[in-house]
């Protein structure tokens, strides 16, 4: 079942879980599903606790988009509803905010049939923040249930997976996101098939590695951000008739050149390989480490791309290996066939499993109090091909 599929099931069972553990890649749709389905709840235009067996039609489990609560929503200012997050420019959710947070829910709902706590980044709290959750999550305050929003389970505790009810958000095809950049966006073919694959199943990054702008409605937005029909599938289907309004275009809320930036990085990649002078090779490494380590907002993004260039790499090693013919097609940075095709053979063997073992642990270490200066140093420096360094 779909995730929209499900929740208008517990929307129309009238039955709404104390907890809610939205998975998946696409942060921001989670979240723009989170606030539909509050909204839906709330909206002061359809009266969602009558009897009336007309309740279970499609159009009077939809919200008015007319109403205070609605117009509150979208605006991003409902008293109700509340966000935990990690603090900016930290890496996790401390206990301090969720004893906050408790502090909060003391009191009764201000004007919200149900208050929504949503958790961003839940993957994020610590041991002792996800055990303060989990005493509220096993006694919830009065009219209150909450929405944990995280990448996967791997990193809850098995205690707070237990006491919410999954669901998951599954990526979109590649022939999907294509399709959508392209016949949405005008995007050309070849660059959407290289934003769609370097996305991992995440249409706003499909989108971002695509340089496209946000757009948003005229008269109507999500969470206090503008959105465009290409963002707003999952909404659509909760939400009918919402895209109807006029799509107007504003202004990017990024303003990164990420195709050339992405074709940057890769081209420094490639001089860490081609360079057969090791002193050079090194003083690459430290220069870029000391470039990225600039830019931490970027660095998931980074490692993204650092990780399916090592992957292209393991590629050509295979196909050369078995004699295979390489074509572009089979690549994610297919533009860089080439370049792939001369460095790859020479290197060892082993190179692409050392190299993404070595993007692993920085990764794992990033997520640390670790200098990021440092372990991108360690990185670079390591997957120096061994021949270069003799």
């Known amino acids: 079942m779909y995730p929209v599929d499900e929740l208008k099931t517990i929307l129309l069972n009238r039955r709404i879980p104390n907890a809610l553990l939205f998975t998946g890649s696409c942060e921001q749709e989670k979240k723009k599903v989170a606030m539909t389905f509050v909204k839906n709840i709330n909206c002061l235009g359809r009266d969602l606790t009558s009897n009336d067996q007309s309740i279970g039609s499609q159009s009077d489990s939809i919200a008015c988009n007319k109403c205070g609560a609605c117009n509150k929503i979208d605006a991003a200012m409902h008293p109700d509803i509340i966000t935990v997050a990690p603090e900016p420019e930290k890496k996790i959710i401390k206990i301090a905010q969720i004893r906050e947070l408790c502090g909060a829910l003391v009191s009764k709902p201000h004007e919200a049939r149900m208050r929504m706590v949503i958790i961003e980044d839940a993957h994020a709290m610590n041991r002792e923040s ?111 008739g919402v895209i109807e309004q006029e799509c107007v275009e504003t202004e990017p809320t990024y303003t990164t050149d990420w195709i050339s930036l992405r074709r940057w990085l890769l081209d420094q990649l490639f001089l860490l390989v081609k360079d057969k002078n090791s002193s050079s090779a090194y003083l690459y490494a430290l220069v870029l480490a000391e470039k990225l380590s600039r830019e931490t907002a970027r660095m998931p993004y980074y490692i ?87």
């Open 130 to 240: 996800a055990n303060a959750l989990l005493k509220i999550l096993e006694e919830p305050p009065e009219r209150t249930f909450f929405v944990l929003l995280s990448a996967s389970l791997n990193d809850l505790l098995p205690t707070i997976i237990s006491r919410c009810r999954h669901i998951r958000f599954r990526p979109l095809s590649l022939a999907q996101m294509v399709q959508r950049l392209v016949a949405e966006c005008n995007v050309p073919s070849s660059t959407a098939r290289i934003a769609a694959s370097s996305s991992n199943g995440d249409m706003e990054v499909a989108m971002m590695f695509a340089n496209i702008k946000h757009k948003s409605f005229s008269q109507k937005s999500y969470g206090g951000k503008p959105v465009c029909k290409s963002c707003l599938q999952s909404d659509e289907i909760i939400t009918q």
């Open 304 to 390: 993204s791309l650092i990780k399916l260039w090592l992957r292209d790499i393991a590629l050509v090693r295979y196909l050369s290996k078995n004699g295979n013919l390489v074509c572009s097609d089979k690549f994610v940075n297919s533009d860089f066939v080439h370049e792939l095709s001369n460095i790859a053979p020479g290197l060892p063997e082993n190179y692409p499993v050392r190299g993404l073992e070595a993007i692993h642990a920085a990764e794992i270490k990033l997520k640390t109090n670790a200098s990021v200066r440092l372990v991108l140093e360690q990185f670079f420096l390591s997957i120096i091909p061994e021949c270069h360094q003799g």
